[in-house]
């Protein structure tokens, strides 16, 4: 099998093992943290990221998808630091995580000039490391898939035709974003089996998933616990009829968990918990919740087990 890099360094895909698919080690403004970085309490947020990878690794997980990128204080120093404290191998992303807002250094120049900041992260490294991103990273959410997002995922397009790197694209069931994302791609000439379509499981529309997945596709059951989207249940009546259709090889399960996140003040944590907006959200919620559910219906076995935690991710990384 092909090398994966992670923030060690490449691995054999064969040596990832039981694999996130999605997860943040931190996910903060990089604006804020740089203009008011007393604010931020940097061994808190470390505490808490070894804290999050520590547990996952007890449920056996040996590496974790980051896709933490532009605008989400993507930082590989840190994520190095979890790494090697955690032995959890880490993999970092390029790309922008922007719902339609570009900065002007990037409105003002074009799709190629994009691209060619995310082939250099892939093929030199990120912020001066030798640590290169594994995949690309790009985002559609309420807003669709506007000007500047689709420049976004054109430049991510293009930077993958020129490494071979895998993408991810985070989307919007509720807007359906999915399909829109998946044109550009292939109007860019993107092998689709490099693809995966992040946050589908927000719906339990079994036809829209269906529709994406038909283009062979890959997508993510990647945000268990956050309630505020949809029900852990409904998530796993979703995930458990997608299995039993055959799509066992196409789904990423994960939790989009965010170690710390400074999106909201630090009381809010508790309100969303009280409020049913999160449930058990953690980067171990899957083992503890979901898998022996998915077991107990019997829609996944030590087969199927070891085709979407195992198989799928390195497929992606790897195609
Ligand atoms: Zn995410």
Redesign the pocket.
Known sequence: MASVETVQGPVDASELGVTLA?E?VRFRDEAVAAQWPQRYDEQDEFTAALAAVAAAKTCGVQSIVD?TAMFGGRDVHFMRRVAEQSGVKLIACTGIYSYDYLPHYFANRDVDAMAEHFIADIRDGIQGTDIKAAFLKCAADAAGVTENVEKIHRAVARASLATGAPIMA?SMPAVATGPRQVEIFKEEGVDMARVQI?HCGDTDDLAYIESLIEHGVYVGLDRYGLEVFLSIDRRNATAAELLRRGHAERLMISQ?FCASIDWYPPEFAEVAEAGGMVRNWSMTLVFDEVVPALREAGAMDDAAFHTVFVENPARWLTA
């Open positions: 999605h943040h896709p985070h992040a989009d």
